[in-house]
Structure formats: C-alpha cells, structure tokens
C-alpha cells in the first residue's frame, strides 16, 4: 500500500504543474472573451447614446404640434360644453313653457285667419 502511495504522490507531483498551466490557458482564454464582451457592449452602448440622442431631438420637435393639438382638444371640448349647456337650457325652456308657447301660436294662427276672413270680405 505504501508503494502504491508513493508511486500516486509521484504522479501527481509530475502532472500538477501540467495541471496548473491548462487552468492558466483556460483563464486568459475566458478573460480574453470577457475583455473583448466588455469592448462590444462599450461600442453598443455608444451606438445607443447618439440614437436615444437623436430620438430626444425627434421628440423635441414633436413636441410643438402635440401642444398645438392638446389646445385644439381642449378648445373643442369647451365648445361642445358651451353647446350642450345652450340645447339644454332651450330645452328646459321649452318644457316649461310649452303651454304659452302653444297658446301664442294658436292665437297667431287666429289672428292671421282673422286678418284672411277681413281681407275676402273687403273684396
């Protein structure tokens, strides 16, 4: 048992240094690739910067005809308030005074076939 451990640790003596510079590899290789992950998102970000920057100017010359269309908006609702309000009270007056209104017409309507019979008779 003792030769077997002797002739293990021998091995392991002779392969550990191998065994160190595949990991050493194995590290640069996979810093490489992070360092060169790193110079890829720095340029895409840069990319972003002038396109959000860009994308700021294009808003900022929306901007005006959005307002513009906001006053519109509000113009038009203020109109149509104004309006509904103006049916509304006619038509309350209207419901209110129905009967006067009916009575002023039938009396018209009477005085005009009135003003006609005149008019044949003095003929």
Do not use: C, W
């Not at 240094?17 to 640069?28: F, M, N, R």
């Not at 110079?39 to 010359?61: G, P």
């Not at 959005?66 to 038009?76: E, K, Q």
Request: aromatic share 4%; net charge negative; charged share 30%.
């Amino acid at each position: 048992m003792n030769s077997f451990l002797d002739t293990l640790y021998e091995a392991s003596h002779q392969f550990l240094p191998l065994v160190g510079i595949i990991t050493l590899v194995v590290v640069i290789i996979f810093l490489t690739k992070l360092i060169n992950l790193a110079d890829a998102i720095a340029k895409t970000l840069e990319k972003t910067d002038t396109t959000i920057d860009l994308v700021d100017k294009s808003i900022e010359k929306i901007q005006d005809p959005l307002d513009a269309a906001v006053r519109v908006a509000g113009s038009v609702d203020r109109a149509y308030d104004i309006s509904l309000k103006a049916i509304s009270s006619a038509k309350d007056y209207v419901d209110k005074n129905a009967k006067n209104i009916k009575a002023k017409i039938d009396q018209m309507t009477v005085e005009e076939n009135d003003n006609e019979e005149g008019e044949i008779e003095n003929d």
